[in-house]
């Protein structure tokens, strides 16, 4: 799908002569006498009626399209509904414009207008307030219709403009815009790569693609193919690999514009497993089909360095993806087997389903050389992060209290928030092995904390963070900007900690 256009200008509402001009409402609050006041005189009075009698209260969410005829230059006026004026957050506005958008296509409109909001969040800039407008806006409006013989698809809006009061606003405003349009674009990137089924999405396909991108960008990129993984020793991934004809790949990109020569790198790893059967320990059918998005955590480390490049951001960064696809087979992994691991620890596979922290653990030893500033793993990783969380947070672990606050606080800005668990070195208990250094599961309590811990056992001494993303990764209903199916959650928070990083 073509990425919709997103402006700013200065303007009056009154005066702007557009299909459809979109304000927001807080729930129990006069009208803005800013946007519109002299909009409610020239249609005399109509948007106060509408209020009074309840018909639009602002609540979150409420959406009306609403008739002109003549009385002002905009032929339509949008309503969008923020909610409580005190409960205002970034992400109230993404949700707001997610609305709008749809609507504005349902109106088969070209192009829409929307003024900034009178209210908004305390604490944020307007740099931040036009990012996740432009996100929410972008967001909103995605659609994959890649496999349907017929377009059915709905028009694509091409130009959202963003209408600022005031010109000393315009430059903050166009630097969110910059922002939210990579932000945004990135996700969608990475909900297309999910969406893809597993027949075209190969593990060869996610090196083409990041061939494509280190080309674009001008990035470094290194693939390790299967015999340059049996001569450094990855075991764990190429166990994971052996069920498959498609052989495995292991990609590393880097991105360089720091400002300083000797600067350490932030290495993010994402979990890359095109489809998952779960081996061996065989997944129910059920559902089986969202195993596609497996791939998650890898597609969202590609986006995050390629956004990083449009964004000109300065510092350096490598993404590493081991990739591979978790398949039954006569050479396949069994439950038993004793797999040893590019550091020279050696796990007892009980559960060849358990596969995401295999192919990690050779990723995150790997990423050792590079002296990461930060290390940060993004993955499918547990069904338990599912029960424990459900579909609202990403689980969060990590050794370093100064990275997790930074990962925290860049979640809450991007609208995708973390949730922080233990890392008790009590619950290792669980992992220990009768016949290696462990084992790759540790029973069914604690699943998402045993499986973090497994990992850091591969991150060595440098400041670490692991994101489990199960619980966000797949949405079972469209949401405002969330789509039904791959939702590219955790893509904006990798992009979000990067530009607050280099801030």
């Not at 209260?57 to 949008?78: D, N, Q, S």
């Not at 596969?355 to 940060?376: H, K, M, T």
């Not at 993955?379 to 930074?406: E, H, N, P, S, W």
Request: net charge positive.
């Amino acid at each position: 799908m073509k990425l919709m256009q997103v402006q700013v200008k200065v303007g009056r509402p009154e005066s702007e002569a557009v299909e459809v001009l979109a304000l927001m409402h807080c729930e129990g609050e006069a009208l803005a006498k800013q946007d519109a006041g002299a909009l409610d005189k020239a249609l005399g009075g109509s948007l106060q009626s509408l209020l009074r009698s309840g018909e639009f209260e602002g609540r979150t969410g409420e959406v009306m399209l609403f008739h002109t005829h003549g009385k002002v230059p905009a032929k339509r006026l949008l309503l969008i509904g923020l909610g409580k004026k005190n409960s205002l957050r970034l992400d109230t506005l993404r949700q707001a414009m997610g609305h709008a958008a749809k609507r504005a296509r349902q109106a088969k409109v070209d192009a829409f207008t929307v003024c900034y909001p009178t209210a908004t969040p305390k604490g944020h800039s307007p740099v931040e307030i036009a990012q996740a407008m432009t996100e929410g806006a972008v967001l909103g409006g995605y659609q994959f219709t890649t496999y349907r013989s017929e377009d059915t698809a709905a028009k694509d809006i091409g130009l959202m403009t963003l209408l600022m009061p005031q010109k000393s606003q315009v430059r903050q405003g166009t630097e969110g815009v910059r922002r939210g349009l990579a932000t945004a674009e990135a996700a969608m990137f990475v909900r297309d790569l999910c969406n893809h089924p597993s027949n075209v999405m190969t593990p060869a396909r996610i090196a083409d693609e990041a061939k494509a991108i280190a080309k674009q960008e001008q990035l470094t990129l290194k693939i390790l193919e299967q015999k340059d993984m049996e001569q450094l020793g990855m075991g764990a991934l190429l166990g994971v690999a052996r069920g498959s004809h498609e052989p495995p790949k292991f990609l590393i990109l880097e991105y360089n514009r720091a400002r300083k020569k000797d600067e350490r790198p932030v290495v993010f790893v994402g979990k890359t497993i095109t489809f998952d059967t779960g081996g061996i320990s065989l997944k129910p059918a059920e559902n089986m089909e969202h195993m596609k998005a497996d791939m998650t955590g890898g597609a969202e480390v590609l986006a995050a360095i390629r956004a990083a490049s449009r964004l000109k951001l300065p510092l350096r960064l490598i993404s590493i993806l081991p990739v591979a696809e978790n398949m039954p087979g006569g050479r396949a992994m069994k439950p038993g087997d004793i797999v040893k691991t590019l550091s020279g620890k050696t796990v007892e596979v009980q559960n060849t389903d358990a596969e995401g922290r295999l192919i990690l653990s050779d990723a995150l030893f790997y990423a050792q050389r590079y002296n990461p500033a930060a290390l940060v793993d993004i993955a499918t990783l547990t069904g338990a992060c599912v029960v424990a969380l459900g579909q609202f947070a990403i689980g969060m672990f990590g050794t370093d209290a100064r990275l997790k606050d930074q990962v925290r606080k860049s979640g809450m800005t991007a609208g995708e928030r973390v949730w922080e668990m233990p890392l008790w070195d009590e619950y290792f208990e669980q992992l220990r092995s009768d016949v290696a250094d462990m084992r790759n599961i540790g029973g069914r309590g604690g699943g998402m904390i045993t499986a973090a811990l497994f990992l850091s056992k591969f991150a060595g001494d440098y400041p670490w963070v692991h994101l489990d993303i199960a619980s966000t990764d797949w949405s079972e209903r469209e949401r405002a900007y969330i789509p039904k199916g791959p939702t590219g959650i955790g893509t904006r928070l990798l992009i979000q900690y990067l530009i607050d990083r280099s801030m």
